[in-house]
């Protein structure tokens, strides 16, 4: 059974940091392409950063410059540093893991984790 647990959110000030965590079990991790997306209130879900088994990275270009993906394969985790928040980084962000060469956004969700940046 695949699972996905993320962790990190809050409340942050802009301009202030979070770090956001997604546990994963149930799959061969190491070999999965781990993604971070997010979904603000009334918008569609949108990719905000993916990293490849090989550890190669790709970044929506709003966040690029600011946020950092990266994967822990001993500890079957993805990470994803987010600097410099800004307001319109609210939302609920959700972790996807999927075989390569599939579809974006196909494969398994985590439950998700609100960020909320708001001074």
């Known amino acids: 059974q695949v699972q996905l647990v993320e962790s990190g959110g809050g409340l942050v000030q802009p301009g202030g940091s979070l770090r956001l965590s997604c546990a994963a079990s149930?799959?061969?991790?190491?070999?999965?392409?781990m993604s971070w997306y997010r979904q603000a209130p009334g918008e569609q879900r949108v990719l905000v950063a993916t990293?490849?088994?090989?550890?190669?990275?790709n970044y929506a270009d709003s966040v690029k410059g600011r946020f950092t993906i990266s994967r822990d394969n001993a500890k079957n985790t993805t990470y994803l540093q987010m600097n410099s928040l800004k307001p319109e980084d609210t939302a609920v962000y959700y972790c996807?893991?999927?075989?390569?060469?599939?579809?974006?956004?196909?494969?398994?969700w985590g439950q998700g984790t609100q960020v909320t940046v708001s001074s």
């Open positions: 990293i490849t088994s090989g550890g190669s990275t």
């Open positions: 996807n893991a999927r075989p390569p060469f599939s579809p974006a956004g196909s494969g398994s």
């Open positions: 149930g799959i061969i991790f190491n070999i999965m392409v």
